[in-house]
């Protein structure tokens, strides 16, 4: 065996351990994170299915909405756990959700501040880690978008932010428990955070699924409960609420719709983000040339399709 044959075998050898090292402490991570969820929250996470049935007073509205919100921050996590380089959107919503809510309730010194911060932190440790790398905060956007689900998020960017604008001034203004709870700044977050996902369903080309059925489910539920409990603080009334329930449910079965007719082509070209030697190593050994060929092969093509399945 030359020296040169050697050099490469040593090399190879670090690079898989280092992934397969990262790998493991990425699903460490989130494993352990998913742990925390469950015994920090467990009195907490079921009040988004029972605050529909049981009285829980003047919270009863942001009960639900919240939670629910921090639900889909633990499925983006749980999702992880297979085949992570195709969840590159989930991976980003744990991190999201708690990441404005932190801010919000530092700056309002807020008696709940520690828990969104413990899992800002998790969160940001899980983007870091991910096995996708860099490109998980890339955009990739397609090449062509059906104009039904893009007109749908044009046409919701005013009301929400009105919504949200209305709320995060009832938060700063307003002295009572639902803003010592940063219960205003959490409203004001999911009507934003409809319109990020309801964006990134339509111009992502990977993970479209996870954020299109993310913004379509919580405008439905924060519709639903607006039509349900039109009395309790921040409920968008009937009327509004109703609108929200349509608009959630028109804008899932768009994009369901507009990816399966192709209408959202994607670009074809691949960015590959890699040291030099690595780059080397591709180019000089056949054998590191054909494993690279299949590693874009199972990432580029099986995992996010050649019309970006979700």
Not at 24 to 53: E, H, I, K, N, S
């Amino acid at each position: 065996m030359t020296t040169n044959e050697e050099s490469r075998r040593e090399f190879g050898g670090r690079l898989s351990n280092r992934i397969s090292v990262r790998r493991g402490a990425f699903y460490t991570v989130v494993v352990g994170t998913l742990g925390l969820y469950a015994v920090l929250m467990r009195d907490l996470l079921p009040l988004a299915a029972t605050a529909w049935v049981v009285d829980t007073g003047s919270h009863r509205f942001h009960d639900l909405n919240l939670f629910a919100l921090i639900w889909i921050a633990i499925l983006g996590l749980a999702v992880q756990l297979y085949r992570p380089d195709r969840r590159v959107t989930a991976a980003i919503v744990p991190a999201l959700v708690m990441a404005p809510l932190a801010v919000v309730a530092i700056s309002t010194n807020s008696p709940i501040a520690t828990m969104p911060i413990l899992f800002t932190v998790l969160g940001v440790v899980v983007v870091a880690l991910h096995p996708a790398g860099r490109s998980i905060l890339k955009i990739r956007r397609v090449q062509s978008v059906d104009r039904v689900p893009s007109g749908l998020v044009s046409a919701a960017v005013v009301p929400l932010l009105v919504y949200a604008s209305d709320q995060v001034a009832k938060q700063y203004t307003v002295v009572d428990d639902h803003a010592a709870l940063v219960h205003y700044g959490s409203m004001a977050l999911i009507a934003v955070f409809v319109l990020v996902m309801g964006t990134s369903a339509v111009l992502r080309r990977r993970d479209w699924r996870f954020a299109a059925w993310t913004a379509g489910v919580l405008a439905v539920y924060l519709g639903a409960s607006s039509v349900a409990f039109p009395g309790l603080a921040s409920s968008a009334g009937p009327v509004w609420g109703s609108l929200a329930v349509g608009w959630g449910l028109g804008f899932v079965a768009a994009v369901e719709r507009g990816r399966d007719n192709g209408f959202m082509r994607v670009e074809s070209t691949i960015e590959i983000d890699a040291p030099i030697e690595t780059v080397w190593e591709v180019t000089t050994d056949p054998g590191t040339f054909v494993e690279g060929i299949n590693w874009v092969y199972e990432t580029w093509w099986e995992d996010d399709g050649p019309l970006g399945e979700g």
